[in-house]
């Protein structure tokens, strides 16, 4: 699962973005689901004490691939739950409207969504890994969308 947090700063009358962290919360598949699930408990609790933000922003589940769906949903459940216990604001957003808004059409491919990342936070190079990328897309989105 990616985290992306960026920080808004006015500049000539527009918010500017500016990268604060980004990376993945990974578990292995081998481990049982509840240890999974206690990772990404711990670990989101750790990067959001960290952070600090003022907001939440998800990417709304997508049916693409049934066999995954109840363990990305179970997941969702969990990252839910972190943010209500913090008492954070939650928006979300469908993966047509991330690339609405970044690229200006909603049918836009990976790479010109990851294009757009770099390019809006002033990076030399596409934020590694992919997952990390889509999460500061959607926080992007969140900037533009609100």
């Known amino acids: 699962m990616g985290y992306g947090a960026i920080?808004?700063?006015?500049?000539?009358?527009?918010?500017?973005p500016e990268l604060l962290d980004f990376g993945i919360i990974q578990t292995l598949p081998k481990i049982p689901l509840g240890d999974r699930l206690c990772t990404i408990y711990e670990d989101l609790t750790t990067v959001i004490e960290q952070v600090q933000p003022d907001l939440i922003a998800l990417e709304k589940l997508f049916f693409y691939r049934m066999g995954n769906v109840i363990l990305v949903a179970q997941a969702r459940g969990v990252v839910t739950l972190v943010v209500a216990q913090q008492k954070l604001p939650l928006v979300e957003f469908t993966p047509a409207q991330i690339k609405q808004a970044l690229t200006g059409y909603g049918n836009a491919d990976k790479k010109a969504v990851q294009e757009a990342v770099a390019r809006e936070l002033e990076l030399d190079t596409i934020p590694k890994p992919d997952d990390a990328a889509d999460a500061l897309a959607v926080a992007l989105t969140a900037r533009l969308q609100l």
């Open 7 to 16: 920080a808004l700063s006015q500049s000539a009358g527009e918010q500017t």
